[in-house]
C-alpha cells in the first residue's frame, strides 16, 4: 500500500509569519492537532503542533496572537514522506521519530499532504499478509513505541528554552 492511497490531501498549512492565535484556529477548522509551515514556495520548513502552541503561550507570558509560528518553531529535521513511498515505510519513520503526523512532500519538495497514525490505523486489517493492509501487530508496536514516555530529564535546550534551572 502506497501512502498516496491513504493520506490526508486536504491540509491545511501556515507560513512562519502565521500567529499562533490564526494557527490555533485553523487547527480548530480542520479538527488537528498539528499544521506543516512552509515557506513561500509551500516547501515544508517544519510542522507545529497543539502542543507547541500551548507550551509558548504558557511559558513566554505572551498572548498567542502576539507570536508568531516562526518564534515558536524548532530548528529540528522535518521528517517527511512521498506519495509514492510504501505505507509500512512511512510507518517505520513515525516509529523510529516518534511521531503521530508525517508531512507528505513530492518531488518538487511541496506539500501534497498529511500521513497520521489514524490514516494508518483506518487501513490496518488482520495480520496484514494480503498486503493490502498494514498489520494490527505493527501498527501497535508503532503506537507503542510513539507513546512511550520521553527520559524523564529535560534537554538542556528545553532547559534553556524554558528558562529552567537543572533540578
Avoid: F
Wanted: glycine share 8%; hydrophobic share 40%; proline share 4%.
Amino acid at each position: 500500500m502506497k501512502v498516496q492511497e491513504i493520506m490526508t490531501r486536504e491540509v491545511g498549512y501556515c507560513g512562519p509569519k502565521a500567529s499562533l492565535a490564526d494557527v490555533a484556529k485553523l487547527m480548530w477548522d480542520k479538527d488537528c492537532g498539528a499544521i506543516p509551515v512552509v515557506d513561500a514556495e509551500r516547501k515544508v520548513i517544519g510542522m507545529l503542533t497543539d502542543r507547541d502552541i500551548c507550551m509558548a503561550v504558557a511559558t513566554r507570558n505572551r498572548l498567542a496572537s502576539e507570536m508568531q509560528v516562526g518564534e515558536v518553531l524548532s530548528g529540528t529535521v522535518v521528517r517527511a514522506c512521498a506519495p509514492s513511498d510504501d505505507a509500512e515505510a512511512a510507518l517505520d519513520i513515525m516509529r523510529q521519530s516518534r511521531l503521530r503526523r508525517l508531512p507528505v512532500i513530492g518531488e518538487d519538495g511541496t506539500l501534497q499532504g498529511i500521513l497520521s497514525i489514524t490514516d494508518l490505523v483506518l487501513h490496518t486489517k488482520g495480520d496484514g499478509k494480503k498486503g493490502d493492509h498494514l498489520s494490527r501487530k505493527r501498527i501497535i508496536g508503532a503506537l507503542k513505541a510513539i507513546c512511550e514516555p520521553p527520559a524523564a530529564e529535560l534537554s538542556k535546550e528545553k532547559e534553556r528554552a524554558l528558562g529552567m534551572a537543572s533540578l
